[in-house]
């Protein structure tokens, strides 16, 4: 039997429309909307046969559906809850993915009413592409999902949603929204906005420069600059609404490259060492728990011999 009679998505982009792939080959709901405001993408969706209904209507699309995942920038969730309130079904539970939660979960209550079960949630899974046609089922396998559910949650409504979340295949973790925020402010957050600086600092570079940099970009270039690939108009939104959190990160991260600067003027190869051997035993940890952030069978079998 389906977990939900009717998921309405909003938005249609790499996690949209992989949740899309993930619903309907899980058999998850009875019925599957997706929505996307732009004409191009429901062209697309429907080309891909993501879903039942594809529509760029979000108010039409979410009527009696019973669970509603926004699956779009997170500075768009305010416009959307203007846009969706009237037509939501008492008693749905209203979710999303997106990376920031406290700010914005605030400015989206405002426009939904009391009678719809808000329940923000974040499947940690993601490439650098973007897109109905970049989408798959197997995006959510064995990854994280966050959910921050307020302390007076109906905890019916969380059995629900974290049953769905299991079904696409995700191991959750249930976590306050304010911690969520300053975690993934370091985890995702940060390395995203370097990314995106040193990307942009090669481009400043005189034209000679800046052609062989591209030239002979070496794997440590290559492999740390690949998430500046990553949509801007998202990470614009996450900096915007995380900001607080970010801006903490960023200054024990500016004052930890201070010393290191100091170290090098100074010629302290000591503390070089120390901090670049302290960097490698947590980046072997990070290894040994894999991608998805706990140990394989195989590495547990290691361990044990």
């Not at 993930?22 to 405001?37: C, H, P, S």
């Not at 080309?47 to 594809?54: F, G, R, T």
């Not at 209203?94 to 329940?119: A, C, N, R, W, Y």
């Not at 995702?188 to 005189?206: Q, R, W």
Request: include cysteine; aromatic fraction near 6%; proline fraction near 5%.
């Amino acid at each position: 039997m389906a977990l939900f009679k009717k998921i309405a998505i909003i938005g249609a982009g790499l996690i949209g429309s992989s949740l899309a792939r993930a619903i309907r080959a899980n058999d998850i709901a009875d019925k599957l909307t997706l929505i996307d405001m732009s004409e191009d993408v429901c062209k697309k969706a429907v080309e891909l046969s993501l879903a039942d209904e594809i529509t760029d209507d979000a108010a039409q699309g979410v009527i009696s559906a019973d669970l509603v995942v926004l699956a779009t920038p997170v500075g768009t969730f305010e416009e959307i809850a203007k846009q969706i309130g009237p037509s939501l079904l008492p008693g749905a539970i209203l979710t999303d993915v997106g990376s920031v939660k406290e700010t914005v979960f605030k400015q989206l209550e405002k426009h939904i009413p009391p009678s719809v079960i808000v329940l923000p949630s974040h499947p940690i899974a993601g490439t650098e592409h973007s897109g109905p046609e970049a989408g798959f089922a197997e995006l959510f396998v064995d990854r994280w999902c966050i959910v921050t559910p307020k302390p007076d949650a109906d905890l019916r409504a969380i059995e629900r949603l974290t049953s769905f979340w299991e079904a696409c295949g995700m191991r959750i973790e249930l976590m306050d929204a304010a911690h969520h925020d300053l975690v993934l402010g370091i985890t995702s957050h940060l390395p995203h906005l370097l990314a995106y600086t040193i990307v942009g600092t090669a481009a400043d570079l005189e034209d000679d420069v800046k052609t062989e940099v591209i030239k002979y970009s070496a794997s440590g270039f290559r492999g740390f600059t690949r998430i500046a690939a990553s949509d801007p108009v998202m990470w614009r939104d996450v900096f915007l609404h995380n900001k607080d959190a970010v801006l903490e990160i960023l200054q024990r991260f500016t004052e930890d490259l201070t010393a290191l600067q100091k170290s090098i003027r100074r010629g302290d190869g000591f503390y070089l060492q120390e901090v670049f051997s302290r960097g490698r035993e947590i980046r072997r940890h990070i290894e040994r728990l894999g991608p998805e952030g706990y140990p394989s069978p195989q590495q547990m079998n290691k361990s044990d011999d």
